[in-house]
């Protein structure tokens, strides 16, 4: 996927530093190339995500950071997943 260059942030504002109970969930295998340290939490970029469960799914980081965000549930393959939120 492409990430424009304004995306890109240092690793003290990255995705993966300010939130870092979500970057277990990141999926390696499909985010080819991508950390959740080279982008920001406000990022409109797609990127993966895995569950506990071995479920991906295609989100958006600032998605991800808002105070709504229930987090796993947008994993709707696994009724587990919505048992065992993150926040």
């Known amino acids: 996927c492409a990430i424009d260059s304004r995306a890109k942030r240092s690793l003290e504002e ?3 530093a300010l ?6 969930y990141w999926d390696y295998e499909r985010n080819i190339g ?4 080279e982008i920001g939490p406000a990022s409109s ?3 993966w995500l ?11 980081p ?15 393959d696994c009724r587990n997943c919505k048992e065992n939120k993150v926040s």
């Not at 939130?19 to 277990?24: A, E, H, L, Q």
């Not at 991508?34 to 340290?37: D, N």
């Not at 600032?62 to 709707?76: A, E, G, H, I, V």
């Open 14 to 16: 990255s995705f993966g």
């Open 19 to 24: 939130f870092p109970n979500k970057t277990s």
């Open 34 to 37: 991508l950390s959740p340290y």
């Open 45 to 47: 970029a797609n990127i």
């Open 50 to 60: 895995k569950c506990p469960n071995g479920h991906s799914w295609k989100t958006k």
């Open 62 to 76: 600032k998605n991800l950071t808002s105070k709504k965000d229930d987090f796993l549930p947008r994993c709707r």
